[in-house]
């Protein structure tokens, strides 16, 4: 399922986040797991927000979730995205239990609690996650 | 919502009042300096109180990626002699009651005496914040895909409410409708027309779920009010409207900033759930001791949530209230009566809570609502945010 997505903005990169990029730029969809309470999260950063203590390491996901919620963006905010409109972007509920956002890959309209698959596609070099129907649903 | 520690009523509650208001034009191009702004509704608030800049000691403002200017900097411009309390709050919408609350623990405290509280921006001519691209460690997980302002991020949690809720888009219009009919009432609003639900519809999309219409204006201009002791309050112009109970509050995982929505658990809940049980705790009284609401609504969802979240209505019935007209002027709860940021314009809330003021003080012309003693208000849509009671003494 193509992801077609044409503006971008480059992400910041940073200290707590650099290795969940490097991990998608080796196609692997991670997030962030407590070594300590089992709490999984997403986005990385360096305490769990759940128990708060430093024993956060990245793990990689399956990538299948559940379609939270979403927008269709029809009037691009930031001229970067005005070739792009309209877009749909989803807050996507993985089966490991973190929220992400993505882009819907494909013209099929989301539902609530659809099964969808991420899909890791690269605009301008630049790996990004989204997704699609998930086949085994 | 997990709750943390909760207290008995704060001291500093029932011994402050807000007197006057002071507000600049609301247009689309000032033509003048954010700081010109800021004192001309200042210095409008100080007349509407019938006190002399001599007398004010503290100042406080709120703003958001450098769209205003600092306290020190009204304080110069007024003349104030001798400033003792000043705070710059790097917030947006979350702010207005939380600053008025700070502002009555400064005079309870005795920190302060007179403080002014102000929000001036050229929001429309200068940085628009629905537009500004800003650098935040969260960016890096919505900017890349397209997921870049406000409008979008309240967006993805109207739709989640709106699916909870068994409703659709189109419900929204039911928000627009009721302000709208407010707003050709209120001189100052940017937006005067009222609207059908057909006209409605008929509006294009911004950001599916939400139309042209259930976007807040942003506008340039300026709002302030004075905070005071009670007792200094009484001998003033105007009636002092009492700061009864007052709350800020998030739950966990508010995010790292205030655009920083994704770890938020449910989005059908935003602040205003997270600080109900303190507010009603803080003043003794309930959703149900209430006369009007004035709600924050940079975007048509917000005010739903509100009203839910800090059970004026039950869950769930919050967009079949505003449809009943429950909240027009003869509705069992009137809900911002000057049209909200929808119509009036967007000052970041202080407009909301400056019509607050002018209602417990029979000042609402058109809008007035009749007998009102009791006003809940609001500041904020998502995860953090602040409320306060107000009454008539």
Redesign the interface.
């Known amino acids: 399922m193509p992801c077609r997505?044409h503006?971008?903005?480059?992400?910041?990169?940073?200290d707590?986040?650099r290795e969940w990029?490097d991990r998608l730029r080796d196609e692997r969809l991670s997030v962030a797991r407590c070594s300590s309470c089992g709490h999984r999260?997403?986005?990385p950063?360096p305490t769990c927000?759940s128990c708060g203590r430093e024993a956060c390491d990245l793990e990689d996901v399956s990538g299948r979730g559940s379609v939270?919620?979403?927008?269709?963006?029809?009037?691009?905010?930031?001229p970067?995205?005005g070739d792009?409109v309209?877009?749909t972007?989803l807050?996507v509920d993985l089966d490991e239990g973190?929220?992400?956002?993505?882009?819907l890959c494909g013209n099929a309209s989301p539902e609530?609690g659809q099964r969808v698959l991420a899909v890791i596609y690269a605009?301008k070099g630049?790996p990004?996650?989204?997704f699609g129907p998930d086949p085994r649903s | 919502m997990r709750r943390g520690p909760t207290s008995d009523r704060p001291t500093y509650l029932g011994q402050t009042a807000i007197t006057g208001v002071g507000y600049t034009d609301l247009e689309r191009a000032s033509r003048r300096s954010v700081l010109s702004l800021a004192l001309a509704a200042c210095r409008r608030a100080l007349e509407d109180s019938g006190i002399d800049a001599a007398e004010v000691d503290g100042i406080s403002t709120y703003s958001l990626y450098n769209d205003s200017v600092a306290g020190q900097a009204v304080a110069n411009g007024l003349g104030i002699p001798r400033l003792r309390y000043a705070l710059d709050l790097n917030l947006g919408g979350q702010a207005p009651c939380f600053a008025v609350m700070h502002a009555a623990m400064a005079i309870a405290s005795g920190a302060a005496s007179n403080v002014l509280v102000y929000r001036a921006l050229n929001g429309r001519s200068g940085v628009r914040i629905g537009s500004t691209r800003v650098s935040s460690p969260s960016a890096q997980y919505r900017y890349p895909m397209g997921l870049t302002a406000y409008p979008q991020y309240v967006a993805m949690w109207a739709r989640r409410y709106l699916i909870e809720s068994g409703r659709s888009p189109d419900d929204l219009a039911e928000v627009v409708l009721a302000q709208r009919r407010y707003a050709a009432l209120n001189d100052r609003a940017m937006v005067r027309s009222q609207m059908s639900k057909d006209e409605y519809l008929a509006e294009p999309f911004i950001v599916d779920p939400f139309r042209t219409p259930d976007c807040t204006i942003e506008v340039d201009g300026a709002c302030a009010v004075l905070v005071t002791s009670l007792d200094r309050a009484r001998h003033m112009n105007l009636r002092p409207v009492i700061i009864q109970g007052a709350a800020w509050a998030t739950g966990q995982r508010p995010g790292t900033d205030i655009a920083d929505v994704l770890a938020w658990p449910d989005y059908t809940t935003n602040c205003s759930a997270a600080l109900a049980d303190d507010l009603w705790a803080s003043c003794g009284m309930g959703p149900g001791d209430m006369d009007l609401a004035e709600l924050y609504d940079c975007f048509s969802s917000v005010p739903l949530m509100a009203m839910e979240g800090l059970g004026l209505v039950d869950r769930g019935e919050a967009i079949d209230f505003v449809r009943a007209g429950e909240t027009w002027l003869d509705g069992a709860l009137p809900v911002n009566t000057h049209g909200g940021l929808l119509c009036e314009g967007y000052l970041h809330g202080m407009n909301t809570l400056a019509e607050a003021v002018l209602q417990l003080q029979g000042r609402g012309g058109a809008r007035q609502v009749d007998g009102a003693k009791t006003c809940v208000v609001t500041s904020g849509a998502l995860m953090d945010g602040s409320a306060l009671v107000l009454s008539v003494d």
């Open positions: 997505q503006g971008l903005i480059h992400p910041e990169i940073d707590d986040s990029w999260f997403f986005p950063a927000p939270y919620s979403w927008v269709t963006v029809h009037r691009a905010l930031d970067v995205f792009d309209p877009y972007v807050a973190p929220r992400i956002f993505g882009r609530a605009v630049q990004l996650v989204g």
